[in-house]
């Protein structure tokens, strides 16, 4: 196992037991100190990937957002000749490979919410502000530089439309995870129905 593959191991270590101990104790039922002792690190390791005991229950990991989106930027991270919708829904996919979302996280997720409320404004106000910054990225790949240009808002928006439909199949819980496509086919799937949809007349569906 190569480093990066064992630091993002330790991340979701202390992901999942910030989740389990909020879920059990409540979110100030525990300390970072407990946590560490937990998962077996320093507390400086734990700053070293979470601001605070809430990002690592939201799995907000420090700069790690920062990275992803320069990678994206640089055209180091998904293929440059993609079109910008495209190469966002590539983004989230190996977004989702990095932090490696499955639905035992989503129902962990659930639970926390559930525990904790105040937890899904924190949840939806980070949301906001990394659509804000993938918005931006996408300026600075395509070179849409002019502040009255709205088309990287309006991808953003679009992407962030196409992945909460797409969660909201893979996480329902009807869905078949042994038979069902993997989360990376059907966004992918779902991309494909949403151009067909946009270049569909009114004579396609009549006819």
Known sequence: ???TERTRVLRRRMVVEARRATIEHGLHGFTIEQLCETVGVSRR?????????DDAVLGIEQGATEELLAAYVDGSLVPADLDPLGSIVALAIEHVHVVGIDRADEALVRRVFE???????????????????VGQAVRQ???????????????????????????GEYFDDAFDETSGPT???????????????ITTTGQDHTA
């Open 1 to 3: 196992m190569s480093t």
């Open 45 to 53: 390791t734990f700053f070293n990937h979470f601001a605070s005991k």
């Open 115 to 133: 525990r904790e409320p105040a937890m899904v404004a924190k949840f939806l106000a980070a949301a906001e502000v990394q659509l804000a910054a």
């Open 141 to 167: 790949r395509f070179g849409w530089t002019d502040p009255d240009d709205r088309r990287a808002q309006l991808v953003a928006e679009a992407a962030a439309g196409l992945l909460k439909v797409s969660a």
């Open 183 to 197: 989360f990376d086919a059907l966004l992918t799937e779902n991309l494909r129905q949403l151009r067909a949809a």
